[in-house]
Every structure is written in structure tokens, then in C-alpha cells.
Nanobody, 115 residues
């Protein structure tokens, strides 16, 4: 069916950068509005960024100016470029899309920001 697979997480020092990818596959013909969420242990899941098919973007206040969401429709892939990372950015990051009235989530990728 539809699968979303995140990649690009890892361990980075404060001030460093990572780029996350979310690749869609399966029966989906295109990627539609894509979202990045994150969830730290013991905390609720937080919407980080959104990008529409028309490349309109929105960001959580906590990441504005540091994170950039983008997409490559030909590759059915969304990206999250994360710069100037802070320890409070540490979380599991998930991508999500809505397709045929169903929500699809990736498996998550761990981002750890620590010295």
C-alpha cells in the first residue's frame, strides 16, 4: 500500500545540521501536503513543519529561521533541513501525509543533539 520512510537522523552537536528525508512509495501516485512532527520522550507529538503541493510552508515558532521544509514531487520525497540545532530539538521525527482519506506515518528517525 502506502509507505513513508524517514532517513537522515543521527547524533549531532549543538549548532550542527541534519537533513531528514521522507520517501513515499507504494500505491500513492504523488505526495500531497506533507508534515514533519517530532516527539521527545514523555512529551506530546509536536507539529514542526508543513508543506503543500504548491510549496506553501508553515513552521512551529520553535524552529522558524532554523528549519526548512521542502519537497521533490518527482522523487515523492519531502525533506527537513535542520540548522543551528539545539538540545531541545532532540526527538524522534516523523513524516505524515493524508492520502485517500487515510493518515500515513513514517516509522520515525531519531535526532539527538548533544555535545
Amino acid at each position: 500500500q502506502v509507505q513513508l520512510v524517514e532517513s537522515g537522523g543521527g547524533l549531532v552537536q549543538p549548532g550542527g545540521s541534519l537533513r531528514l528525508s521522507c520517501a513515499a512509495s507504494g500505491s500513492i501516485d504523488n505526495i500531497y501536503t506533507m508534515h514533519w512532527y517530532r516527539q521527545a520522550p514523555g512529551k506530546s507529538r509536536e507539529l514542526v513543519a508543513t508543506i503543500t503541493r504548491e510549496h506553501k510552508t508553515n513552521y512551529a515558532d520553535s524552529v522558524k529561521g532554523r528549519f526548512t521544509i521542502s519537497r521533490d514531487n518527482a522523487k515523492k520525497t519531502a525533506y527537513l533541513q535542520m540548522n543551528s540545532l539545539k538540545p531541545e530539538d532532540t526527538a524522534v521525527y516523523y513524516c505524515k501525509t493524508l492520502y485517500d482519506r487515510r493518515h500515513y506515518w513514517g516509522q520515525g528517525t531519531q535526532v539527538t543533539v548533544s555535545s
